[in-house]
């Protein structure tokens, strides 16, 4: 049991606690324990052994003994008899947006709902309608979330996925009887959210390799085993299948199994009118293989440049290949540094030096800090004298220190009529402003995009945050229109934030390619509130790439030096204004 496993059981018995209406510190301190088991940085269970378990702040002596004994047991009972109050349909309601513990806990109680099917119907009866502390809005709500569920449901998080999925390759590759392994599918064009893990691999011993696939540890049960393609489903509930070929063949079922459908519809019909057929078995000239070593070569045969993964979903990318005109795609080395960063004078956990020292770690030139502002109650915003304590203790850094350059900026919230918080005074001082939507999301379209062009056209804006809100999996954007956004944007050389947080990825990949046409700059922005968030950035670069962006195309590959001056230029400019 790692310390995942740990952290997860923590929470979850801190949701049921709250379900069964404990008292909150008790809710709280499970919560809290999960979230200082994830951050660890050495294995809990070396903790545990060494007795040191209970001297870690916010590990109190309770808690030390139920870690304790997950460690040594692998279960606690209060988490069993927990599971065993509360049906897997209760705890799955749980995951409907906008249905909090509380409410579900009275769903389950009054009126005895017990799944999230069970609950539409009861929404369809307007039960929900006289329950005290619920109501015609709150049903309808409800509903909504339903839906949300429905249509999510079976996709996952990017992010989520790929680090498990590397191991499970590495795992592969690290297997004696591996010619060649690869991720394919969704996860190797990088998509932002996948449905299943796939992997390809070439051996001439599929058995041997299959057998091994399937008794990974993280299997929790075999679908379907063959010697050519096996599927399982992993403990995440997360469902990979593993295909091998032989040698010859591993070049076009990797092509193959890579993706997408659309792209290969293309390339099919392409290949077919230079009187070729390609399939996931090779590219034939009548019964002839035509021999390819790898992807590359059957692009060449095409006469088309290499297309990268990323852009293979039909959006002009086989045309481009075919002119000279792709894009060469930004990488993760030209990254210089990042913007958006909260530390713990808002809602983020790192101290600036502590951002300093991760920052230079991960060879990052320079940080934009940027906490919430004022009017961001909820998330602990800047009051005008914690701003004026953190630009001093920025300025010292600064001259302490040159690996990491801290630029000092915000995250102001885009108020509903489109102002900034903080007078256009305070917001002179900052180098940078970030601008971002964070209430109010139930506007028109038409209100929506006034209030952001209106941020745009703030002199103050430097960059727009997040620019649709959406949370993958969770939340649709709120209507706005893109196309007008982007214009403005343009016209104001306001920079366009992607999110790289991967529950965001916002600005989508689908509106990059126009934003580059526009000549948009582009920020690869982690949002990160704790030190694992700089990880993101990586999830960033991928979905730049899938939008087509050259390292000129974003803002955070420029050199130190170049921030500088750009971030002066439009002071000079913006104080003409
Ligand atoms: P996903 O899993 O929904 O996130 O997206 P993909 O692209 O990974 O889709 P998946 O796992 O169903 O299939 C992997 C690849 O296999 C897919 O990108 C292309 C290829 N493939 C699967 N089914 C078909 C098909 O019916 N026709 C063609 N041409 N290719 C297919
Ligand atoms: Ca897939
Ligand atoms: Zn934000």
Redesign the pocket.
Known sequence: MDNKDVAQILSEIALLLELSGENPFKIRAYGEGARIIEALDMPVAELVRSGALSQIKGIGKTLSLQITQLIQDGSVPLHQELRAAFPEGVREMLRVPGLGPKKVKDLFEKLGIKSIGELEYACHENRLITLPGFGPKSQEKILQGIEQFKKFQGRHLFGGVYPLASEILEQINKHPKTLRASL???LR?R?ET???M?LVSESEHPEELMRFFTSLPIVDQILSTGPTKSSVLLDTGLQADLRVVGPKQFPYALH??????EH??VLRARAKALGFKLNEYGLFKGEELIPCNNEADIYRFLVLLYIPPELREDWGEIEAAENHTLPVLVEEKDIQGAFHFHTHFSDGTPTLSQWVQAADQAGLKYLGISDHSQSAAYAGGLKPDQLEKQRAEIALLNQKQNRVHLFWGIESDILPDGSLDYSDKELAQFDFVIASVHSRFNMTEAEMTARIIRAIENPCTTMLGHPTGRLLLARDPYPVDMNRVLEAAAHHSVILELNANSHRLDLDWRLMKKAKELGLKIAINPDAHHLDGLEDIAYGVGIARKGWLSREDVFNCLYVDQVQTYFRNLKNTSVGK
Request: proline residues 0%.
């Open positions: 394919a599918g969704s064009r998509m996948v449905k299943d796939d193959h199994f890579t993706g997408s459908k290969h519809t």
